[in-house]
């Protein structure tokens, strides 16, 4: 004989849970609300374990949500929401599983602030938002002026190179021209000498050819020992 017969539904259900006021870690105040996703497993468990699975699970929800709250910084809340979510689903789990409750999923909906904290996080990531372009413009700076220190060196060094290579080319050129006209004046001499000229305009022309060997960039001449005879060096 039956004395009495309750229905439960097994399939998952989506609770809302209230919001709650907590203190971090670092002594701040916020206030956060989630939605915790469960289903019974043992409908025995459910119906003899506890009074009201419903309202124990929300409950258990809210005091989990405050005392992992109270255990991490702001800054670990707001940018670790996933993480944190998990290990409320954790402890609720665990809690519930005696009840034949099982939780599957608990997501933090929305974290508030007070105005005050609100403004002093505005301030905050402004600030660091003028330091990481300060930075980014020293660093632009600082590559500019390496790139300008380079092109003036490379400048500079192929300024240089131009130089020396028109120099030498300069010096190879009248060291040329000297050479083809003492030449030229030698097979003067020559020609004349062969036409039977008197042995003083030989000797003059000779010496005149000495002369203009002389003005060359050669750092030794060597003359013929006998002076008086100068067309010997022909």
Known sequence: I?????????????????????????????????????????????????????????QLAQTTMRNVVGT???DELLSDREKISVGICEVIDKATDPWGVKVENVELKDVSLPEEMKRVIAKAAEAEREKRA????AEGEKQSAITRAEGEKESQILRDDAEKEAA????????????????AKAEGIRLIKEAGADESV???KSFEALV????????KLIIPSNMQDLGSIV
Do not use: W
């Open 168 to 183: 030498i080319l300069r010096a190879q050129g009248e060291a040329q021209s000297i050479i083809e006209i003492n030449k």
């Open 212 to 219: 203009d060997v002389s003005k060359g960039q050669a750092t």
């Open 202 to 204: 030989i000797a003059l």
């Open 134 to 137: 300060i930075i980014l413009t």
């Open 72 to 74: 991490v910084t702001l």
């Open 2 to 58: 039956f004395q009495s017969c309750i229905k439960v539904d097994i399939r998952t259900k989506a609770v809302d849970v209230p919001e709650q006021e907590a203190i971090t870690r670092d002594n701040v105040s916020v206030k956060i609300n989630a939605v915790i996703y469960y289903k019974i497993f043992d409908a025995g468990k459910a119906i003899c374990e506890v009074n009201d699975y419903y309202y124990a699970v929300s």
